[in-house]
């Protein structure tokens, strides 16, 4: 009897949707931080990356780790971010989101981490958010 093929959704691209309909559009919210990130500090940025994952049950799910840099123009605003970010994902559980189904959501921590680009002249404030989402994996496209 042969195994059956699934793939597991991209949970950057999860995360991504997930933020970007919770969040005001003046927000970056992508994969990586967006050119003329200092400009865009105002509105705030949140870069989503994927951490460690496991499978927890063959071929139904798996855990994935995602780290929400959070960046902004004062410390309060990235913070405020980063607890809206929480929040929306928080609220995510039981969803399903493009197809993919978001089973659990955990808080793993939530830490400031400030960002400096330039050897401490030019500090940027920023929060590092880690959440752990459960999500259920989908047949392979033939």
Known sequence: MSQPVVVFPDAELVA????????????????????????????GVVSVTRGPGAIVQRHVTEDVTLDHDVLAATKGQAHDLAQLARAHWLAAEGTTVDGAQIYSVNDVSLIWLPHQPDAETAPIPRYVLVMQARLRALPAAP
């Open 16 to 43: 991504v949707t997930v933020l970007r309909s919770a969040v005001d559009p003046v927000v970056h919210v992508g994969t990586e931080w967006p050119d003329g990130l200092e400009a865009k500090l105002a509105g």
